[in-house]
């Protein structure tokens, strides 16, 4: 979409609107001046009929310009959604973290939103004003002028007065923002802690917290409301005051006879116009503040430049072949999060054998979940390489990377859609057998064969219908109708009962055969199923080995295990 | 839905110049009020006690538009000397002159009369925005009173977001339309009335020429707000697909790499996005066509007064300031008119929003408690299930006739599959929801005739869906504890095992917890809560789930602090990590509402019932095998 040819196109459509509709009061000035005068009703009745085209001229052009605004201000939104979201999709979770999800869809929706708004209204009101500024001058100059000298003197006066108000106003109203956003926020944490609030008994606290919000936003929008209402009357004075003086100068200069009544008329109007122009303007310093906050947050995530690229065509590998069992190797791994001063993994070294399956163990906060990141590179190491059968993973592309790699994550989202179109998501070619097979393995066929619907059941993002622990189910589900030679599987039982659970990871055996496994998990049956057992602690490998050996030889893991099993049994 | 919000910037008055008025905004769709005459009567209540005040924004508002009607009338008068003596001049009239004296008074007048409208109308608006405010205030007091009031069925089956909006957005709107809309209607009929008067005293012929252009106004307005209600419509509907999409692939960008969906999401992307614009410059376009087109009209009804005056002025039926006060009536005349659609649009989305928030306000409260006596002295806490039965949903009772008993210091399991009742039961004890049938006793006393703050204050309580407010770490321990000292709340952190965690923190217990606590993973929120309930010190410890995102070792360190606790006090835990409550007292074993095995781990071990085969499912493989 070209934006120039209608930037420019509304420029000369205003442009032409403003000229025909400053026609019009030159027009009456002649209807009175000759033909009132003449007592030449004729005349009066045929300039009517030129007013009337020019009336004509400036609604078309008028219409024309609206729909030049309309189209640039929404396809310019369109653009630059599309822009901030192939951006957004190129992050990696490090650029996903610094801005925080929900903050980069409201980036997306409402602020674009804004702009979109912003630049429609420029387009149609503030470009108006300084044609009609510039055309109304013009003619007021060529009436008169003495006369247009007293409206250029009230420029600078009008100017100041805005200028002022808006100093005035325009910081409270970034301010009224924040207090909105207050009051948002006092009210959303009274109702998702309603529990805790009554379990405390502190309605009383949550009260006086809302009241004092409540009461800075209401004294906020008072002191707001009454800044905004000063301005109209103080620029109603400045133009009356004109219209006084131009009657008044207007009487002098006809009393010499060198001046007409109409034209005192028209005068008038073209004053008022190009006060009018100024106010207009300062329509636009309104929503200024709001529009400048949103293009601010919008091109901060356009200039965030994503922190993981493909390779270039230079260091790019060939990839592994798919199909067969892959061999994922750590190679001196680090990784720490920018600024933070502890590394969050730190000597990472160790090698997945192809088609064995390994427990990845560890307490909260010992890095598991980074650890599954760096594989599917959501996260490049600061130190060391992953290697996939040998080909370092940062010089493949990404999509290839990860066509290589099913993978189930710890949180699930559901997509818009049937059950079925979630299971294919990885694997849109799946067969419906494939599809029927991948929901049995994760024990999930039986609840879905429960609803009406079955497969074709419509499952919304936030998984509406369905329990932490069915989404879970169908998030394994996709992993599996993905046949890939590595699985990864972080933490993804963890909303499952301990029997569905069970039955989900003897079923995994079956289902992954022949493919490498790795499962993140917190319970030690995991780690006990497993051929390989990789505990992790505060960001090092603690050890690695079998349940049985690991037992004897690794205090951490002794102690994971004594936490899940009772010290009678245990003993 | 999204009621468009009237222009802030208040039109101002416009005089002269051949500039339409601007018409009704948009015309998006807009929300219909189901009960506009009771609603409206409900809004009066709130706005009495400023009735005095309001009285006097009245009195301000005639007034200022009295002034403002008068304006045109006399500067026309002036135009009318101004004229009569230039005609004099070049006719050469002996004498012909402008008469300055004249001159002077009608615009001394005028000055008079332009002062006044505008001290007037800073005077009607600075009032009002307190009057506006102050009811907006009280709406939302009321309002967060009442949901302190409602039962929590209320919350559990309303999505927040839509009590959020209600609090904040629709009442907001309520606040806007009063400070505006008010005056606007009131100002917009006064100057119909007083304009038409104008206009017929001076020249009905004209009058009559002049609104016939009034029709036309009004039915291309309706025209177009139709139509680009239609394309709003479909805007609005687009625009949900836009950002549910957007939401979506936000929300699951690790699924969407890990897939390798980036082009799919892209492509699909680009389709609703096209999609987007292709209904929104549509209405956006048809609702812009309504300003043009009045300011269309507006002109052809200035041409039409200029002819016709122009003819009636040859013929001395109208002087020409007549003329000239004709084309500014005109204009101040249509512009109400014109805006009227786009007024009541607005009244109508209000009354809609205050429907919304008397919705809240309708709703049945707690029962009444403030004849129960006031009792605080600590029991033994000794809980009592007897025959206890209800439903969410009365007629499907989730627990069907449950009794049990909870002897003071003992530790109560409540173990079962998900929907089993488990968490039902904590919302019956804490007296989130009331029983159907049977009863509860705390220390021998029915807990309904104990006062709920009481009660509660008897318990204390962890749940799974940690919640912290956006204030500092101590601030949030202490949340259950007025005037906690800094010692005690560092020792029931160190008892929650997060005190050491706090001290990394830059600034320590006075770190404030952002907005989405995203400075905490979710086992230090959880400690935290454990904290604050361990602080509490609460003779009824209730536990839901309270350690599920703790990793197993870090749960059995807390679990220590618990079991110290719970020594003294009554405890009830919820889990899923059967591993957790083998040490407790009496396990209830839920199934469908009913308890279905009653014991102590060994016990129901033993039972090899339900139980056993969950707890099997964990362990069994590997009890042989764990050898020290």
Redesign the interface.
Known sequence: MRFTPLFVGAFVLTAIRVGCDLEIPNLMSEVIDIGVVNKDVVYIFQTGGVMLLWALGCVVADVAAGLCAARAAMGFGRNLRSALYRRVTAFSLREVGEFGTSSLITRTTNDIQQLERFIHMSMTVAMMSPIMFVGAALMAFQKSVQLSLIVFAAIPVMAVIVAIVMKFTVPLLRSLQARIDDLNRVTREGLTGIRVIRAYNKEDFEERRFSLANKILADTNVSVARRMSVLMPLISIVLDLVVIAIAWMGGELVDLGSFQAGDLMAIIQYAMLLLMSVMMLSMIFMIWPRAQAAAERVTAVLHCEPTIHDPSSDERLEAPVAGAAHELRFEDVGFAFEGADEPTLCDIDFTLEPGKTYALIGATGSGKSVLVDLIERFYDPTSGRVLLDGVDISRIPQDELRSLISYAPQRTTLFTGTIADNIRYGNVDASDEEVIEAARAAAAYDFIMEKPDGFETQVTQAGGGLSGGQKQRIAIARALAKKAGLYVFDDSFSALDFKTDAEVRANLKRATQGATVLIVAQRVAVAMDADMVIVLDEGRIDSIGTHEELLGASEVYHEIVASQISDEEAS | MSPQHPN???A????????GPHGPHGGAPVEKAKNAKGTVRRLLVFVKPELPKIALVLVCAIIATLFDILCPRQ?GM??T???R???A??NGEVGA??N?EL??EI?FV??VL??C???F??LQ??V???V???V??SL??QT??K??RIP?SY?DSHA?GD??SR??NDI?LI?TTL?DGMTQALTSVITIVGVFVMMMFMSPLITIIALCTLPVSIILTAIVAKRSQRFFLAQQTALGV??????????????????????G??ED??RI??E??GH???A??VS??I???M??VG??A???I??FG??Q??VGALT?GE??AF?QYMRNFTRPISQMAGIINTFQATIAGAERVFEILDQPEMSDETALPPDTTKGAGHIRFEHVRFGYDPAKPVIHDLSVEALPGQMVAIVG???AGKTTLVNLL?R?YEIDGGAIYLDGRDIRTIK??EL??H???V?Q?T?L??GTIRDNIA??VDHASDEDIERAARAAHVDHFIHTLPDGYDTVIN??A?NL?A?QRQLI?IARALL?DPEILILDEATS????????LVQRAMTELASTCTSFVIA????TI??ADVILVLRDGDIVEMGA?EQLLLQDGFYA???N???S???D????
């Open positions: 802030p910037m208040q101002g008055r416009k005089r002269g110049g051949p500039h500067l002036a135009t000397e101004i004229f003596a230039g005609v001049i070049a002159g402008v300055f001159l002077r615009l005028l000055l332009y002062l409208y505008s001290v109308t800073y608006a600075f009002m925005a307190r506006a405010q102050n907006v205030y939302r007091q967060e009173e949901l302190n929590l919350y927040k009590i959020l609090v904040v907001d606040s400070q836009l950002d549910a999409h957007i939401e979506e692939t936000y929300g699951g960008h690790t699924e969407v790499k890990a897939f390798a969906h980036e082009k999401a892209i992307f680009e996005n096209d987007y614009f929104a410059w549509r956006q376009f812009g066509l300003r043009p087109l300011i269309f002109n052809l200035y041409i039409a200029v002819c122009g003819w002025a040859v020409v003329v000239q084309t599959p998900t929907g804490m989130f709920r703050d509660r204050s318990m204390g309580m749940l869906d919640w407010f956006n949340y259950g907005e989405e995203s993973s086992g809560t509490a995102s703790i990793d197993t070792r870090t749960e059995r899923h990590r059967l591993s083998r040490d781990h085969e969950l707890y499912s964990q362990v493989d590997c009890i095998e764990v050898d020290y």
